[in-house]
């Protein structure tokens, strides 16, 4: 049988402008976003028992433990709007998170993985000015600093791994969000196509 879905990630620091490329690359694809920050954040603004249990670590900076943040995402992807695949942006976010989500799914986990790179310093004064825009608890330069050193040091690892798979797709972060979009676009087509002609 064929296997008509599309599974893709989005990786990248903190600020690199991952949610906003997520947004248009589901689009294209016709598959959901599903963002784990954006679940947590909409548990803690609606006062959820989950939203009371991941609030404090969220605001230092930290990780949510990988159990309960592999339930939530296993529970997702059984919704049927993921039927067709998925876009899945901030998760996984360690290699524990890729065995978990390896084992959700049937075949291949991930068909492509989208890594946005920008420059550290960069990033920085992104989330700065989003601290501004959006009030965000977790978007104080402390906290910053704090996630993107637990992104370098538990994130960025993965890189690698899905090199070796053959499925990264690596995109200058730089520009306006309809260049990186473009970019984004031509890398991933050029590999999924390449993959379904295999
Ligand atoms: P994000 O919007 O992806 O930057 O996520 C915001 C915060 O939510 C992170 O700093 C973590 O505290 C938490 N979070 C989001 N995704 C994950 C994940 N996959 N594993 C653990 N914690 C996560």
Known sequence: MTDTTTRLLIIG???????????????????????????????????????????????RG????????????ADRLTQPDAAP??????????????HA???????DSLDAVVLLEVDTD?????????????????????VIRHRQHIYAEQ???LVELFSERGILVAV?????????AERIATGLDSLL???AGR
């Open 155 to 157: 994130t960025a690892p």
């Open 172 to 180: 200058d972060g730089l520009g306006t969000v309809e260049e990186v």
């Open 101 to 107: 989500l390896d084992n959700m799914i049937e075949g």
């Open 13 to 59: 620091p903190p600020g690199a402008g991952k949610g906003t490329q997520a947004a248009q690359i589901a689009q294209r694809y016709g598959v959901p976003a599903i963002s784990t920050g954006d679940i947590f954040r909409a548990n803690i603004k609606g006062g959820t028992p989950l939203g009371q249990q991941v609030q404090a670590i969220i605001e």
């Open 122 to 142: 960069a990033v920085v004064s992104r989330l700065l000015k989003r601290a501004e825009l959006e009030g965000r608890a977790d978007d104080t330069e402390e």
């Open 85 to 98: 695949g998925f876009l899945l942006d901030g998760y996984p976010r360690n290699v524990e998170q890729v």
């Open 62 to 73: 930290e990780l949510v433990p990988d159990t309960l943040t592999n339930e939530i995402v």
């Open 193 to 195: 196509t390449s993959k």
